[in-house]
């Protein structure tokens, strides 16, 4: 997808811009294309920007470590300010406590929405933070051994001092 040119929105149908993707987004590393659509229609002062994307990625289990494929589905919307400062890099946020106003997405109203960008935010949002292959997996199986049959000959002068240890108590 290309990257959408605010300003051409104004001069669109009913200012609204809607993309078909069906295509591979490298860094999310899906194994099928992404498809679905991202809608953006300009609203003056916003962009207000929805879609709905679905494709099948690979993780890891958390807990037997064990690869497993997990469909990603999302129907995202998001406003996004338009504002002729979204550019220029404000320092004095570094330096203070963020409030919510701070925590809003905006970008020039001379400049440029990149739907791709946007949608792989969205599906990265989306993957699970605790990945599972299964509710039921009981992780890696470690087998049980004797803990005195099995000891290290490096640690016998060490087991050794103890047993001198608490033989003296």
């Excluded at 051409?8 to 860094?27: A, F, G, M, S, Y």
């Excluded at 099948?56 to 469909?71: M, P, S, V």
């Excluded at 330096?95 to 935010?121: A, C, I, M, N, Q």
């Excluded at 470690?142 to 108590?169: C, I």
Aim: glycine share 4%; aromatic share 8%.
């Amino acid at each position: 997808m290309e990257p959408i040119y605010i300003p051409r929105l104004t001069r669109l149908p009913e200012q609204i811009d809607i993309q078909q993707i069906d295509e591979v987004i490298p860094e999310l590393g899906s194994l099928t294309p992404v498809k679905g659509l991202v809608r953006v229609k300009h609203q003056g002062n916003y962009l207000e920007v929805s879609g709905r994307a679905e494709a099948i990625i690979t993780l890891t289990c958390d807990r037997c470590l064990q690869q497993y494929n997990y469909r990603l589905s999302i129907t995202p919307s998001e406003l996004i300010w338009l504002d002729e400062t979204a550019e220029e890099f404000n320092q004095d946020l570094l330096d203070r406590d963020l409030s919510s106003e701070d925590l809003v997405e905006s970008l020039s109203p001379e400049g440029y929405f990149d739907p791709t960008k946007w949608l792989y935010e969205q599906l990265c949002l989306e993957i699970p933070l605790r990945k599972l292959c299964d509710q039921q997996c009981e992780g890696i199986s470690v087998p049980q051994s004797e803990t005195n049959s099995a000891v290290d000959r490096r640690w016998a002068g060490l087991e050794a001092f103890k047993d001198q240890l608490f033989s003296q108590n």
